[in-house]
């Protein structure tokens, strides 16, 4: 049997990746430096922006199972995407491969809301809002779920370069400005915002710095990457002997 260093060593996250070429800078997805454990990309050719977010076309979806099994073929432990709106792949996405398959952050959203109270709204942050319908929310139970939503479509830096793909080269620091503002004033418009999920995986290396202006916990693509990692590399608990909880409530 594999030492827990070993097996850790040998567990790959797969990721389905679009056909873009703009620079991806720590805390994207597609960015190595992001994790401290092993990924492996797949580019699905011809999976724009363009076609993915604002046109959910269905004849990716086929492209997209190729390049799932593909992964699974090379061996990774689980697989995801680089885009949040693949969720509305994720049943046929999940179903085409036998290893665990999160296709978009947004499958956290359920989860998330059960941790708020019931009167708070999960917020969304997504690429695109006219784009992120019911269809998307219902593919992972969250059609009902309380959201108040902000798209980037009209950031001029997320437009040109994420979206229109006018250019490779990227200005962090304009798109981190866009990504506070719309962050910032989603939350003022919406007071009962408990929580943040970020759709969008352009957004995700901005995360800290959201969390740090409007103050409530932040989910996106890499914390349940991270979760997903974990529960694949388990390892025994240190210490010895039985701790005690003191206080009334054990």
Do not use: W
Not at 7 to 23: E, M, P, R, Y
Not at 173 to 178: F, H, I, V, Y
Not at 192 to 209: N, R, S, W
């Amino acid at each position: 049997m594999a030492s827990g260093a070993e097996a850790k060593s040998d567990v790959v996250i797969g990721v389905l990746c679009l056909d873009t070429s703009f620079t991806k800078i720590p805390g994207h997805i597609r960015n190595r430096t992001t994790f401290d454990f092993p990924v492996a990309y797949k580019v699905v050719e011809g999976a724009t922006a363009e076609r993915v977010v604002s046109q959910a076309d269905p004849r990716l979806l086929d492209p997209f199972i190729r390049a799932a099994r593909e992964l699974e073929a090379e061996g990774v432990a689980a697989i995801t995407g680089a885009c949040g709106f693949l969720v509305i792949f994720q049943r046929q996405l999940a179903d085409a491969v036998t290893v665990p398959l999160y296709a978009s952050s947004l499958i956290q959203l359920p989860m998330v809301h059960r941790m708020i109270r019931s009167d708070q709204k999960v917020g969304l942050l997504v690429a695109r809002e006219p784009a992120l319908t019911r269809r998307h929310l219902a593919a992972i139970g969250g059609a009902d779920v309380p959201v108040c939503i902000a798209g980037m479509e009209e950031q001029p830096e997320f437009r040109e370069v994420m979206l229109e793909g006018r250019r490779d080269e990227l200005d962090a620091d304009r798109l981190e400005r866009e990504v506070l503002g719309r962050a910032e004033q989603l939350a003022l418009d919406n007071p009962d915002m408990g929580a943040l999920v970020i759709e969008c995986t352009d957004l995700v290396p901005f995360a800290h710095a959201i969390q740090a202006r409007i103050g409530v916990p932040v989910f996106d693509i890499v914390t349940l990457t991270e979760m997903v990692y974990r529960s694949l590399t388990r390892r025994p608990f240190g210490g010895h002997g039985a701790a005690r909880c003191h206080g009334s409530g054990s």
